[in-house]
Structures are given as C-alpha cells and as structure tokens.
C-alpha cells in the first residue's frame, strides 16, 4: 500500500509533523506493510510555517515585540527558492502568547507581525505568505504597519498609541515612510475566513470574544475600525470596509489589502500546493488526515476537508484521526472524509488527552493498521 500521512495540528498538544510521526509509528507497529509519506498540513492558522518548511526551506528567527510590546523572538521561514518567505502571525501576535488574564484586543498588537515581514523583505524575500489564524488582536493591521514605517497620527500630530482601542484617535495616515520595495512584493494571505472587516459578521463581533473582548469592548473595536477603513479609503483611495475575507485576524486582512496590496487565497491549497500533494496521489491507496477537534467549522474549508476533495477527485478514500469528533459521520463523508476515527478510547479529562495526544495518536493508528489488514 501507499499511505499518505496528512494531518493537521492538534491545537494545544502535537504539531502537523508530531501527529504524521505518531500515526507513522502506529502504523509500523501494527505490522501493515506500507510505503507511508508524511506531507503534514495546515490552512493558515497554527503549524502553517512548519507544513511550508516540511518541503525545504530554512527558518530565520527575529527579535519582536509580542501582542503587548514585550520583547520575544519569532520564527519565519524563507523557503528554497529564496525569494519567498512564510510568515506566520501567531509567532508574533498570537493567542498563545498571552494568558487568559492577558487578553485585551484594545490593547494587544501587529506590532510584531509587522517586524517580521520587514525582516524577511529584508532578507531578500520578494513573495510574502502571510497566515492569519490564531492571532491576538483586533488593530486592522495598524500595528504592523507602524512596524513597516507607517505613520497613524492624531490630533496633534502625535503618533498613535498601538491596539485597537485606539484607531478611533487617528486623524493622519502619512504612507511616505513605507519601504518602496514593497510596491514590488508579492502579498499573499493565507486564510479561509470570508467575514467581511465591519458589521455584525466581522472582524470585531465574530472573532473579538476569543480574544477576550467583553460586549463593551466589541462595540468599541467596531468603532474604531470602521473609523479607521473610512480613514483608509479617504487617504488612499481604497475601500476595504466590506470585502469578504478582511475580516480575517481582527481584521489585518483588510490592513495588508489596503497598504500592500495583499490577495487572500486558501490557505490549505497554498500548502498542497506547495508539497506537491496532487503528485503523491497519484498510485496512493489512502489518505490520512486529522486534526484535534473535528467540527462543523471543519466542513467548511478547513484543512483535512481541502486534502479529502482533493483525495476525493483522484480516487482516493481518506481517513480522519482526530482527537475530538463534534460533527455527523454522514456530513463528513459527503464533505469527503470517508471515515472518521476518535482517538480517545475511554473517558477522560480534556488535559489528560492532550497530555497523552502523542500515544493516543500512536494507538489510533494500531488499530487502523490493523483493520487495513483485514482480509475480506
């Protein structure tokens, strides 16, 4: 058989490429004999930067400041070609950099994002791919712009304070101090998100609460940002005030659209794309994908569904190891996973399970090994 080991990461437990060499071990274990071909994947939030390097590259690390200005060190990756880079905002300004206490999307920043984009223009990079999942903030970008030498000023004509509680304060956008190599960069965002930046579906009202903002705070962030886009289209002639998908990441889709030019394409086909998934296919007798919580969030267009259809159009059947399943079987296989396959075999508390990801992985895949050698 030929086996492609395709999953995702397990959020809070086992990376991309943890999880295929889990499923790998079990499978081995399990004595099914297989040529098995790891392509770990992931659709622009979490482990997008390790799935892009899983084919070549290398990866760079950068001083940044984090969501809140503290000084951190952060990862991208420039890949073989050495003219595009990979960026994964959650390095700099992600969720999992701050504790729950810490959530505050009036305060938090791009700040950081913005510095590893500049560093990695300054590398050389002419092609940026920009992930957007999991990120801390609700500032329409404008902290990574400061970062890129954008000047947002006030009244006074003082720069402005970075977080999104305070675009509400900017008056001036003064653009003269952007790096002019950026006209001749290539900006590709990569996300699955088609929430427009305003309005009840938008960047503040759907993805501010996981940020930790309080219906007070929502109200707020959504004054601040469409006083910030109506800047933008009043000062550079843009108007990204409804386009769908800028609501991406509190909204910095729309910031890297307006200033840069950015263009959003999916982030799970950028990465098959990139590994050459559809070449693998060809001659493969099974799929293997996963991710740690199975939901209706994944039917639509997250990354295992982007590796079924895909599957799916070549002859391929696919198998889905997931840490949680939360959504009917019947939907899943008409999405294109054939079959699911929860690895929790017994009752247990959640932080148990992810403790123990890396075994409970490694079992799953045993027991899959084993049926796949059922003769009929």
Request: overall charge negative; charged content about 20%; proline content about 5%.
């Amino acid at each position: 058989m030929k086996i492609i080991l395709a999953p995702g990461a397990y959020k809070s437990s086992l990376s991309a490429v943890q999880v295929a060499e889990a499923l790998a071990r079990g499978l081995r274990r399990s004595g099914l004999r297989a040529e098995l071909i790891a392509l770990p994947i992931a659709d622009g939030g979490d482990g997008t930067l390790d799935a892009f390097l899983a084919a070549g590259g290398e990866t760079r690390t950068v001083p940044v400041l984090d969501p809140l200005d503290r000084p951190i060190t952060a990862r991208y990756a420039l890949l073989p070609d050495g003219e595009t880079a990979v960026i994964e905002m959650a390095e700099a300004s992600g969720l999992r950099l701050l504790s729950h206490e810490e959530l505050n999307p009036l305060r938090a920043s791009t700040y950081g994002t913005g510095q590893l984009l500049q560093a990695a223009v300054d590398a050389g990079a002419r092609r940026l791919i920009i992930g957007l999942g999991g990120s801390a903030t609700v500032d329409g970008g404008a902290g990574c712009l400061q970062a890129l030498g954008v000047k947002l000023l006030d009244s006074t004509g003082a720069e402005v304070a970075r977080g999104g509680g305070q675009l509400g304060t900017i008056r001036t956008i003064d653009t003269t101090g952007l790096d002019p190599r950026w006209k001749q960069t290539v900006v590709t965002i990569a996300s699955d998100v088609n929430n427009p930046p305003l309005g009840p579906e938008g960047a503040a009202a759907v993805f501010g609460p996981q940020k930790g903002a309080s219906p007070e705070m929502i109200a707020h962030l959504e004054t601040s940002l469409a006083h910030f886009f109506t800047l933008v289209h009043d000062h550079l002639g843009v108007d990204v005030r409804a386009v769908p998908g800028g609501g991406a990441a509190g909204a910095f889709a729309a910031g890297l659209m307006a200033f840069l030019g950015g263009r959003i394409a999916s982030g799970i086909d950028l990465v098959l794309e990139h590994n050459g998934f559809a070449g693998a296919l060809v001659g493969a007798d099974l799929v293997i994908t996963g991710e740690g919580q199975m939901d209706e969030q994944t039917v639509y267009g997250k990354g295992p569904i982007g590796v079924a259809r895909l599957a799916r159009s070549h002859g391929v059947p696919t198998v889905a190891v997931v840490g949680g399943l939360n959504v009917d079987d019947a939907v899943l296989r008409a999405a294109g996973i054939d079959a699911a396959l929860p690895i929790v075999v017994r009752p247990m508390p959640l932080e148990e399970a992810l403790a123990r990801a890396d075994e409970l992985v490694e079992r799953a895949a045993f027991r899959l090994g084993g049926l796949l050698q059922i003769k009929p």
